[in-house]
């Protein structure tokens, strides 16, 4: 491979990555008009130009936004500045933007927002600035200059209809194995899979199955040790993520959304219960369901946080001894802001911690991990200012003196493990199925009891 | 000159009002025509429970969190909105005009009071100016329109004090005074002042979204 000599990488942009600056290479001023008017003609309608029209400029949301609050305040990364960046210079423009405008807008759209939604609850007027931001990707996506790592992943999407590349057979072949070691100690342990009729529908996100294997034996315990009626697929449709959602991509998403309901569908369960992730909860709850045209979900869609709620408040699982280290806990936008469950979240780390000290703010104004909507997806290159920008959770983070960080989705539980090593914090990571797992009493189900 | 007066004492008034008040019907009306046929999704989230919820936390002053964050400007902007429609409204020669011309009337503000409140309005469009200017965020985001509009709501509320204390040309004063309120009235559907309606319907949208799909406040 030939080293780009330093001119070419001076002239570049800082972490710009290949897919960015390949797909840029290939578009014309032509395609770049055209498809920016496409969208904005087609896919928008008076609720942005309501939007653009109700914006008084008056920087109001600066306050809400953790990359504005962690860069010492540079106006350039208020939720307003990001939207005058992008979506306003295109609808100026008529489209007719340039190459670098757009290597900008690639980077404010996928890098430089988490889409988390808190800007709408500074701004006065509750404009949906996420959802300009989104629109700024659908737009990226259509032009094809997506950032490669998140490209990828809704590559693995398309062809696999899960993140990871997971096969067939591998994800079969893990939840027996998780199985067969968890029998080892609960002897009539299960995993039932395409059970048909079951009340619950267990999901998961593709890393689990791929890196983290041991948080489905974790959840076969609870759900063993609960005496669920449970299943999980073992078709496509068991990956409750969905990476498309972020990029843009609404064909795909769509494509996920719609099989995944088909295998709780298939499987005439009666619920959706899943693990701890925020993304895939809105994708379910929230988005897939819209874009395969169903208001809200056909189904009950239960975030691993009620679930726990429900089982210990039902006493189906018993805390057999609290957890005494000081725990803090962070609440992921898409299941506080997205779904009120701050507060479920909190009466379980209750009823199971004894030493719980709350981050401030919190609830639905808590600071952002700084890894959702995609950004952490966007991948490694990336990764440096992803520290940078938020310096505000750490600071947050450190004036909790918890030993603890309870971090109940993904992609708060790697973002969060981030800014702990860069920030030098010594706090350890923890999903709340870790504590419960640790704590809760390993009862072997026998039926009737 | 008496029949220029005349026209812009007489049927301007009605013209520009009646601007006023059908332009900002007809805008409304746009909006959830245009709803209805391309995105008609929105009201199957919104209910009037969430909205009324979302723009009355947002009315009570120091309620939601972001307001008290930014302490000085909602104290000002929640004087500065309130005078807005008081003065006009409730000014006893605007007052007298009305009862010549209809032969009705409601209770006027004191006279001093109105003074006052015309020297807070203005006070606060110099405040909004100079946050343009100096606070870096609102400067990156503001441009000549900005000003412009701050500029359309000081005209007729310095040249109306102006008048009312003959400090100088009367008369001229006077003419600015009524165009310019008139051009207020007008523009009003057509610019960003608009938010005095719209604004209201994009949060209630937000407060239907974050109630009623979420679950969650958005104050």
Redesign the interface.
Known sequence: MQEPSAMETKKMEKNTDPAVEGGLERLTQEKITKTINEVLEKETGIRLKTYVETCMRCGLCSDACSYFLSNDRDPSYSPAAKVKQTIWEMIDKKGKVSKDFLRRAVHISHLECNVCRRCSMYCPFGIDIAYMMLLVRRICHKLEITPQYIQDTVNSHSVTLNQMWVKEDEWIDTLQWQEEDAREEFEDLRIPLDKEGADIMYSVIAPEPKFQAGLIYQAAVMMHAAGMNWTMPSMPGWDNSNMAMYTGDNEISGRIARTFYEAAANLKVKRIVMGECGHAFRSIYDVGNRWVSWAMPPFEVVHALEFYHELLTQGRITIKENYTKKVTLHDPCNVSRGRGLHDKAREVVNMICTDFVDMVPNREHNYCCGAGGGVINCGPPYKGERMVNNRVKAEQLKATGAEVLIAPCHNCHSGLEDIVHHYELDMEVKFLGDIIFETMEKKVYKQGE | MNGFIDFIMGPMVWISVMIFIVGLILKVA??VR??R???S??F??MTLYHSLR?IGA?LIPFF????R??PV?YAVSYIFHLALFVVPLFLSAHIVLVEEAFNVSWPALNDGVADILTVVIVAALGFFAGRRIL?????????VK?FFLIFMVLLPFLTGFLAYHQVAAYEWMMIVHILSGELMLIIIPFS?F??MI??P???A???S??GN???????
């Open positions: 746009g909006i245009k709803v046929e391309k995105e999704y929105i199957s989230y979302s947002w939601p969190r972001a307001t964050q930014q400007f606070v870096p965020e609102v400067k990156f985001l503001t441009s900005d960003r608009s938010h719209t604004a319907l994009t949060r949208y937000m407060g979204e974050f799909v979420r679950h969650a406040r958005d104050w």
